[in-house]
């Protein structure tokens, strides 16, 4: 696949058609005719590549074209003279022209010219952009990423059309190529990160990478953290606000989401639409967030150790209303709490697999019926439901739905610790999956790194966020000049 492609033409058909197993696959054609008083073939799948666009813009100006003059190279005249492609690519190796043909290139071989021609023909069938499923916002843009590479480009590049943006090519997957481009602005993301992320990409060695998130498993840092080190987006504005921090994005073909790196927890525990909110609105909805996110974690936990090991720590009354309430059940309350965090984690599973808006209300339907049946049938506490259903709204807040997961286990985690040890039991297991988040690496920089005078876990006004993201380069220079309202101290 990595030789080189010799001028002999019948050679050049022979290997091509073995490589691409035309005889083998019936949608891979090999059209060959005469041009310029030249065998030639062309090489394409059909339903892939445009049938309309080749012959309109290959095979028509092939067969009709004049006879290059003396001495005049057979593919620079091809380049200048014939063939009216905006894309047009010559490649001098088998495997990069296997590639662009499975990708939906068409590839021209002429005798006596080096090499191969490939052209973008590409005609397969695609989604239009839609309406984001996942990051869905009240205020701001609607447009999401597709599955389409060069789509989602044109989508990056008119939220931000300037030449300062680059985009690199390349492809991942040692048997099935993978097309992706890796983004970036220079003067505002690291050198050193750049060079990191390629290197990273540059050396997958799988054998074909299926999607984003597979790909985000092979380039993180540690892959036994609980936290995820990249941030995923399916909004173009989203990703643009990424460029501008100084992160680097990846996109890939056949992915609906785009990949940011390097990225920390402020990153998943923002909204997308938190900037274009009013900064009152936006620093109340993280504080409710925050919170939720807390109540997530620690209170089936802290309500576990307090009432089966630290009684002592309640007031008289709600002893007493605990007390009873689970004298009437016949499973302890650590069996309670378990069970009900699993069930109600099975739900959401369910619920998220079953497609439209029957699986949000088959949840609502399941948790009303399954959590009032076991209270009638006093095989639950009302407490422990209530508890249950605060941490289950709390893990809701969280917008990236690998934060929600994260949560999740980390919650089990402590209730199980609590349930076996009571405080002394929670609170090693709470400040070891502390310091394993604090520790924790995005391509070689802190998770949870203070530098930077961007935004932060409260959201500032737009006028006070002059600085960038914490992994931009130190010589970035800021986002606005001083002063960011100018009109506030000049007059009409």
């Known amino acids: 696949m990595t030789e080189a492609m010799a001028g002999d033409y019948s050679k050049k058909l022979r290997a091509l058609r073995a490589l691409c197993r035309a005889g083998e696959s019936e949608d891979v054609t090999v059209r060959e005719f005469s041009s310029m008083g030249r065998r030639a073939a062309l090489f394409y799948v059909d339903g892939i590549a445009s049938s309309a666009d080749m012959d309109r813009f290959l095979l028509r100006p092939l067969l009709t074209a004049a006879a290059p003059e003396a001495g005049a190279e057979l593919s620079a005249h091809l380049l200048s003279h014939v063939l009216p492609v905006a ?50 916002v009240v205020a701001g843009p609607h447009a999401a990423f597709t599955e389409s590479l060069r789509d989602n480009l044109v989508l990056l590049r008119r939220m931000y059309p300037s030449p300062d943006l680059v985009s690199e090519e390349m492809t991942v997957g040692t048997r099935v190529p993978t097309r992706l481009c890796l983004l970036y602005i220079p003067g505002i993301a690291r050198e050193e990160v750049i060079r990191e992320v390629r290197r990273r990409l540059l050396g997958c060695r799988a054998d074909y990478v299926s999607s984003l998130g597979m790909l985000e498993q092979l380039i993180e840092d540690d892959p036994f953290a609980l936290l995820p080190q990249a941030v995923s987006t399916e909004r173009p504005d989203r990703a643009v606000s ?103 984690a099975l739900i959401n599973e369910a619920a998220s697999r079953i497609p439209g808006a029957m699986g949000a209300s ?32 709390g893990s809701y807040t969280a917008p990236a739905h690998a934060l929600t997961l994260a949560l999740r286990i980390a919650q089990l985690l402590l209730a199980v610790a609590a349930g076996i040890g009571g405080y002394p039991g929670m609170m090693p297991v709470l400040f070891f999956l502390l310091f394993r988040a604090a520790a924790l690496k995005s391509v070689g920089f802190p998770c949870f790194s203070p530098a930077g005078r961007g935004d932060r876990l409260l959201r500032l006004p737009i006028f006070l966020q002059r600085g960038r993201g914490p992994y931009a380069s130190p010589a970035a220079p800021p986002r606005a000049a001083e002063p960011v309202r100018a009109w506030r101290r000049e007059g009409p």
Request: overall charge negative; glycine content about 8%; proline content about 4%.
């Open 87 to 136: 894309s047009l690519k010559r490649t001098d190796r088998y495997g990069d022209a296997v590639a662009r043909i499975f990708s939906g290139d068409a590839a021209l071989i002429l005798e006596g010219m080096d090499g191969a021609l490939t052209a973008d023909v590409k005609g397969f069938v695609k989604r239009a952009v839609s309406q984001p499923v996942n990051e869905t």
């Open 362 to 393: 088959l949840s609502i339907v399941s948790g009303l019926i399954l959590g009032q049946a076991a209270v009638e049938a006093d095989l639950i506490s009302p407490l422990v439901l209530i508890v249950v259903a605060l941490s289950g709204l």
């Open 242 to 344: 990424f460029l501008c921090e100084g992160q680097a994005v990846i996109v890939m073909e056949n992915a609906p989401m785009v990949l940011a790196l390097p990225a920390g927890f402020l990153h998943l525990f923002h909204a997308p639409d938190d900037t274009s909110l009013r900064w009152q609105y936006g620093a109340f909805l993280r504080l409710l967030r925050l919170g939720g996110m807390a109540l997530a974690l620690l209170l089936p936990g802290a309500f576990l150790a307090l009432t089966v090991f630290h009684p002592e720590g309640m007031s008289l009354s709600l002893l007493t209303s605990v007390v009873e309430s689970q004298a009437r059940v016949p499973m302890t309350l650590f069996a309670s709490v378990l069970l009900m965090l699993l069930v109600f």
